[in-house]
């Protein structure tokens, strides 16, 4: 085929370019003749300087390194384990922990072979059995059992299979073991697994009801065998009666004794730091360091996923004698500062070595979706009033403070913002109830039924008003402004705080040495400050929302209609007669501990249709639709009130998606308009989305699914938070320009916002150098994130937009300079040479990252929309051809030749800026083929390694953690990063790898240090097996002797 008034036969041309002995020179001479050929055709006019400088700022775009992002998740079933019965829903695991197998199993279970028979244990649950006790076998260099960590998430059956691992070991003739977790509540939990493994004969007991005679067997009551139940908290619990075994733990001890070698389980261990001091933390070690060959088990869904919650995992062996970490503290210094990839690189080392098992249940068959929740103009009304109240409160505690001459304010400045940012919290969530009730009434009817989570129940203020009025209430309560007004009536600066607060020299407190009547006017100012405070929040509380839990189960049709699950012992119902009374939770033969089960009880069997659960109370729960229980209504699981965490977001969801469903549930997130809040239900719904969740709207989002982007609480918030403190201070010209559409325009916003930051970052100091220390100094993320929600409504909005725009340009700005951590990237692998070195391998990878035109034409045949196919840009030398399709909203997803699918999208304007659309031909085809081919680097006599369609990386896999500090250090020594980015590398035969993708220039001096590292083992080793042959000599010889 011939372009028409031309010489060149374009088939003759692409069977060259085919072949793989032709030059790079002939591909560039070729590629001048097409350029030449095509500007004829379409009659292109000549190009400005201008287009120079965008065609280099195009080439350094498309030079960019791109490797995708793997999918978070891959199904998940046992690779050694061949017993039991499959799971009966479908469980995944991370891609990175998939990429690496388990040890060979070498332990023979006890279990009998009916309860596997019967599938009463699945497979992935014997599986974790079997590396438990495994694992148990092997003792560490400080002489303690080596313990094992089930991070199994939530409805993946993890109390059956701690509930298997003691049946084994009951089996084996260890009769005691002993059960930790964070609620009495779970012991019933313990007692059913137990039963449903068909162990019904080893009895559970509660150390809360067993006195310390009955531990150690008294006459009327004997734990001589079984399982003691005990919280964390009952750890530290001490006896009244006094004598030899006064503590718990001591009784525990005795209960044990020195040699005790059954089970020790630490359920939900990651909580036990949260919710109590570090005297119990103490506790927990000693436990294990006094049983030294306990067979301890650790269970925790985030465990591995946040170091600092591995704090008590002192069995694990990962720190310690022997170990490349002598302390706990080393270790969480050395992964902290290495970031998320040095925790993966922790996660498999442990699966490796046999210590550790992570599975989640799919999210498959779920749907989730947001609702956004527009604010009135009477509830922004009502918002602003209070944030403008909140602001004068604040100056008017200043002035008392200044007036009384309080010196320490600390607890003051504490007990201020604690309140201001609960009633925030509690305005936020009232806004959202109105439709919560209208959606969920819809569910009702659909022959659904509703589950509503909310992370508070605002109890205290309802007890406090009930005190008030001497136990009677006959109206529901604001916890809004109860929060408001309990601020004010107990913590407004006073005589008696600054008596209190005042240093000891009391020469120094002047209003002692004031006049009498200086005193009473200084009362008489305080006091009258105050009242006037409290008058304005009475009548601001007129107009703020009624406590949210309350009016939830009033619109509901009250108690009878709703199952709560929460952790107060009261609440405020409206009786048939239309009038408002407190009553308590309690029924007659019924604990306020037993309650929440009944509730879940009614619920569970149709009874009612509506549950409330908290997060104080809902640990352990499961509402999802069993098969074995008479309500098998989809779940609708609505949530109010957003967990800042998307890690514990799942876990609460986890209490409506379990194993054994009938159908999975609906997840339903309300969101206000208010900053923020539709930041974090993203973080929720991309992790959702890859679980295998169905989101409804825009799954093909273009933005990677990288969570910790949108993670405020790293070194990038803290920059933005810096950069726009500067900005609005004036003392830089931000490239990030503010959100459009404030009120006023630019100059509005920066002078509008910091005049409100002076008002609620208590900016007492007049000048702009204080405020800039107290910014630079005083103001972390958390603190900026709490505090904005002070700010009306229009403000806070603009101001968090304008903060999140500046923290996605950092890390944009990062990965263009290659310093990003960009977490688990996956490539294709080509071809490969590998180097053997210490317990480290060493692969020479090439990957394929083009678009061939066979597939970019066969998906150009799917496209029908009118901007959508090819286009053509021909300025300059270098020809680009490119197919565009279109994505999310106006943007179009760019797929080119050399490159693959481009990761940012391009607009529509910006497209035709550069190119033309173009139909499908063969010259189109021919061009595709010579961008494939073409590298501007080599017709400059330089290597390609940027350019080309294939390209080359250096690998480091195997036993990465040992090695992590001293690769890290060379890396950092010639790059000036210390990021070592970790891959996914997965063959054309499926074969999976994880390892540290080693920049070109760093290799030799990498491999010098791997090999220097393995000449020091061996040296090591040497030495100590001669240290152990002069050992025997001496031995020997004594013996002779």
């Known amino acids: 085929r011939r372009i028409p008034g031309s010489h060149v036969n374009l088939s003759s041309l692409m069977l060259k370019l085919n072949s793989l002995t032709e030059t790079t020179k002939y591909y560039s001479q070729m590629l001048a003749v097409v350029i030449t050929l095509l500007k004829s055709l379409w009659c292109f006019q000549p190009q400005t300087t201008q287009a120079a400088t965008e065609e280099e700022e195009e080439a350094e775009e498309e030079e960019a390194e791109e490797l995708g992002h793997v999918d978070t998740y891959a199904e998940y079933k046992p690779s050694k384990s061949t017993i039991g019965i499959s799971h009966p829903d479908i469980v995944v695991e991370t891609n990175t922990l998939s990429s690496v197998p388990p040890p060979d199993i070498t332990y023979t279970l006890s279990i009998p072979e009916s309860t596997i028979k019967n599938g009463l244990l699945s497979a992935l649950q014997l599986e974790a059995i079997i590396y438990a006790c495994q694992q148990h076998e092997v003792i560490l260099q400080n002489k303690q059992r080596a313990g094992f960590l089930i991070g199994d998430g939530a409805g993946v059956g993890k109390g059956r299979t701690v509930a298997g691992i003691i049946l084994e070991n009951y089996l084996k003739g260890r009769k005691k073991a002993l059960w930790f977790s964070i609620s009495n509540d779970l012991k019933f939990d313990a ?519 949108y993670n405020f609480e790293n070194k990038y918030g803290t920059k933005a938070l810096d950069k726009i403190t500067k900005a609005i201070l004036g003392f830089i010209d931000n490239k990030v320009p503010p959100p459009k559409g404030y009120p006023g325009g630019d100059a509005m916003f920066f002078r509008g916002i910091f005049l409100s930051l002076y008002l609620v970052f208590e900016m007492n100091k007049h000048n702009l150098k204080s405020i800039a220390c107290l910014f630079f100094s005083d103001c972390s993320i958390t603190k900026f994130l709490n505090r904005i929600l002070g700010l009306e409504v229009h403000k806070q909005n603009h101001l968090f937009q304008y903060f999140t725009d500046n923290f996605d340009y950092l890390i944009e700005k990062d990965k263009k300079e290659g310093k990003y951590d960009m977490g688990i990237l996956g490539m294709e692998i080509k071809c490969n040479s590998k180097i053997e070195g210490y317990q480290c391998i060493h692969l020479k990878k090439y990957v394929d990252r083009g678009m061939p035109w066979d597939e970019a034409y066969k998906k150009s045949l799917n496209l029908s929309g009118h901007d959508e196919g090819f286009y053509l840009s021909l300025r300059g030398n270098y020809p680009c051809v490119l197919l565009a399709e279109q994505g999310r909203g106006k943007n179009f997803v760019v797929y080119k030749p050399n490159i693959g699918k481009q990761t940012h999208p391009e607009s529509l304007e910006k497209l035709h800026q550069k190119y033309r659309k173009v139909r499908a031909s063969q010259s189109i085809s021919s061009v595709f083929v010579l961008v494939l081919c073409y590298c501007k680097k080599i017709e400059e006599g330089q290597e390609c390694l940027q350019g080309m369609r294939l390209r080359q990386y250096h690998m480091l896999c195997g036993a990465l953690l040992r090695v992590w500090k001293r690769v890290s250090d060379v890396v950092s020594d010639i790059t000036n990063s210390s990021i070592l980015q970790i891959v996914r590398l997965k063959t054309k035969q499926h074969n999976k790898q994880v390892g540290i993708k080693i920049p070109e220039t760093c290799v030799p001096r990498v491999r010098d240090e791997l090999l220097q590292m393995d000449d020091e083992v061996k040296k090591r080793r040497k030495e100590k097996e001669q240290a152990a042959e002069n050992e025997r000599k001496r031995k020997n010889e004594y013996l002779q002797g």
């Open 191 to 709: 007692e059913r697994d137990l039963k449903d493994i068909d162990a019904p004969n080893i009895p559970v007991h509660a150390l809360n009801k067993v006195s310390s005679g009955g531990i150690c067997g008294g006459k009327h009551y004997s734990t001589s065998e079984g399982v003691l139940f005990a919280t964390y908290s009952a750890l530290i619990g001490e006896s009244q009666a006094g004598g030899q075994l006064r503590t718990r733990i001591k009784q525990i001890l005795d209960w044990c004794k020195p040699e005790f070698d059954g089970v020790i389980i630490f359920d939900e261990c990651h909580k036990a730091k949260n919710a109590t001091s570090t005297k119990m933390g103490k506790a927990v070690l000693d436990l294990q360091s006094k049983l030294p060959h306990a067979r301890v088990v650790y269970a925790s869904a985030t465990g591995a996923s946040e170091p600092k919650n591995m704090i008590y995992m002192s069995r694990l062996g990962i720190w310690g004698e022997g170990t490349p970490f002598r302390t706990f503290d080393d270790f969480l210094h050395s992964i902290e500062k290495r970031g998320v990839g040095a925790m993966e690189i922790v996660a498999m080392d442990m699966k490796v070595s046999g210590m550790y098992i992570a599975r989640q249940l799919s999210f498959s068959g779920v749907s989730f979706r947001i609702e956004e929740i527009g604010l009135d103009s009477d509830f922004k009304e009502v918002y602003n009033k209070a944030a403008k109240l909140w602001a004068e409160a604040l100056k008017t505690f200043m002035q008392a403070a200044d007036e009384l001459g309080m010196v320490s304010r600390k607890s003051l400045w504490g007990q201020f913002w604690s309140s201001h940012q609960r009633f925030f919290k509690y305005l936020c969530i009232a806004a959202k109830v109105r439709s919560l009730v209208e959606l969920a009434q819809k569910e009702l009817e659909a022959g659904k039924c509703i589950v509503i989570g909310l992370q508070s129940t605002g109890e205290s203020r309802t007890r406090e008003v009930l005190d008030e009025n001497d136990g009677h209430l006959d109206r529901f309560v604001s916890a809004a402004e109860g929060v408001f007004q309990s601020l004010v009536t107990k913590h407004f600066p006073s005589e008696k705080q600054s008596r209190e607060k005042a240093p000891s020299n009391k020469r120094k407190r002047k209003w002692i040495c004031s006049p009498l009547n200086a005193v009473f006017y200084n009362y008489f100012i305080i006091e009258e400050m105050k009242q006037d405070l409290l008058n304005k929040i009475a009548e601001l509380g007129k107009e703020l929302p009624l406590n949210t839990l309350d009016e939830l189960i009033d619109k509901f049709g009250g108690p009878d209609k709703v199952s709560e699950m929460t952790g107060r012992k009261g609440r405020v119902v409206r009786r048939p007669d239309g009038t408002v009374r407190y009553e308590s939770r309690a029924e007659q033969g019924l604990t306020i501990d037993h309650i929440n089960l009944k509730e879940k009880d009614r619920f569970m069997s149709g009874e009612k249709l509506v549950a409330i659960i908290s997060e104080a109370a809902s640990s352990g729960i499961s509402l999802q639709a069993d098969k074995r229980v008479k309500n098998q209504r989809r779940r609708v699981h609505m949530t109010l009130e957003l967990p800042w965490s998307a890690d514990r977001a799942i876990q609460q969801f986890g209490r409506t998606h379990r194993s054994n469903q009938v159908t999975a549930p609906e997840y339903i997130f309300l969101i206000s308009e208010l900053a923020g809040e539709r930041r974090f239900a993203s973080i929720v719904a991309k992790r959702l989305e890859s679980l295998g969740a169905l989101t409804h709207g825009d799954r093909r989002a273009t933005e990677s699914r990288d969570l910790s982007r």
